[in-house]
């Protein structure tokens, strides 16, 4: 089993409307529920987070969101 490894990201409000930021926001519900204290835990490795928000970064850039 791995370790775990926890790093602090900085999310902008603009991915509450991405469907794969969303699954991970259901995910950590289902994993921790709504009673999580400070930095909201999502239950994904950090580079997993990390190719999520690169790939919005670049349908910004590139002008492909809705």
């Known amino acids: 089993m791995g370790k775990r490894v926890n790093l602090w990201f900085i ?3 603009q991915y509450l ?3 794969k930021f969303l699954r991970l ?5 289902e994993e921790f529920g ?3 204290v400070g930095a909201l835990a999502l239950p994904c ?8 928000l690169e ?5 910004v850039i590139m ?3 809705v």
């Open 34 to 36: 709504f009673e999580q």
């Open 11 to 13: 999310v902008d409000l």
């Open 63 to 65: 002008g492909c969101t």
């Open 55 to 59: 790939n919005r970064r670049k349908e």
């Open 45 to 52: 490795r950090p580079d997993d987070l990390q190719r999520i």
């Open 25 to 29: 926001l259901e995910k950590a519900e």
């Open 17 to 19: 409307s991405d469907p």
